[in-house]
């Protein structure tokens, strides 16, 4: 059955360093895959979406990268604030219908 | 940008008794919207996908008389809870893909059910 494991389930990283987040997955071709974050108590707000045919994307401070023959995607934040301490999930998906992983806690210490 | 809205943000209700959550696209119109469940330090299962017009279609497991999905228009879907029991308390978290924008979903706030 399809898997998606992400790193970690909590991560420590000290603000103004770069936090590198993991997302693996087997038994899957996804189309795309999707990075989201998820505050306590609250629904996942999207942050960036990467196609199977590409490498990485870039938006303001995130960056991510996709490779399908590891079956693998990076995520990171660099100059890391402590706003940014929330949960980030890893979302696979192929047409309208998306998993996602359990999500990695990252913690930002001033 | 889309922005889906999603009430109630908490209810409790008596076992026995059904509840029932409203996803509404606000800006755009979602002829597909997703209903999730989350439990605490797990990943959101999707539970149903609502199609405007016609019906649901459940994920193997989920039991279609004990929720209840209506998506009646493009910007409303609501999942009715029936027949409420304590294992039913949850996190739901509904969605809607807005072709127009970024392509991503776009998820409303959540409702935290409790049933006692």
């Known amino acids: 059955s399809q898997k998606i494991e992400q790193n970690s389930e909590a991560l420590n990283i000290q603000e103004g360093k770069t936090a590198t987040l993991t997302c693996n997955y087997t038994?899957?071709?996804?189309?795309?895959l999707q990075w989201y974050r998820q505050d306590p108590g609250r629904g996942p707000v999207f942050l960036l979406l990467?196609?199977?045919?590409?490498k990485e994307k870039r938006k303001e401070r995130l960056k991510v990268t996709f490779d399908t023959t590891l079956k693998q995607s990076l995520f990171h934040i660099t100059a890391s604030q402590p706003a940014d301490s929330a949960t980030y999930l890893c979302?696979?998906?192929?047409?309208?219908?998306?998993?996602f992983g359990k999500g990695t806690r990252l913690h930002i210490l001033p | 940008g889309a922005v889906v809205s999603q009430h109630p943000s908490r209810v409790i209700c008596k076992s026995g008794t059904s509840v029932k959550i409203e996803c509404r696209s606000l800006d755009f119109q979602a002829t597909t919207m997703f209903w999730y469940r989350q439990f605490p330090k797990k990943s959101l299962m999707l539970m149903a996908t609502s199609n405007e017009g016609s019906k649901a279609t459940y994920e193997q497991g989920v039991e279609k008389d004990k929720f209840l999905i209506n998506h009646a228009s493009l910007t409303l879907s609501t999942l009715t809870v029936t027949s409420a029991h304590p294992e039913d308390s949850s996190f739901y978290i509904c969605s809607a893909r807005d072709y127009q924008g970024h392509y991503g979903y776009t998820f409303g706030s959540g409702t935290r059910l409790t049933v006692v």
């Open positions: 990467i196609r199977e045919n590409e």
């Open positions: 038994n899957y071709s996804p189309a795309y």
């Open positions: 979302a696979l998906g192929r047409d309208d219908k998306i998993i």
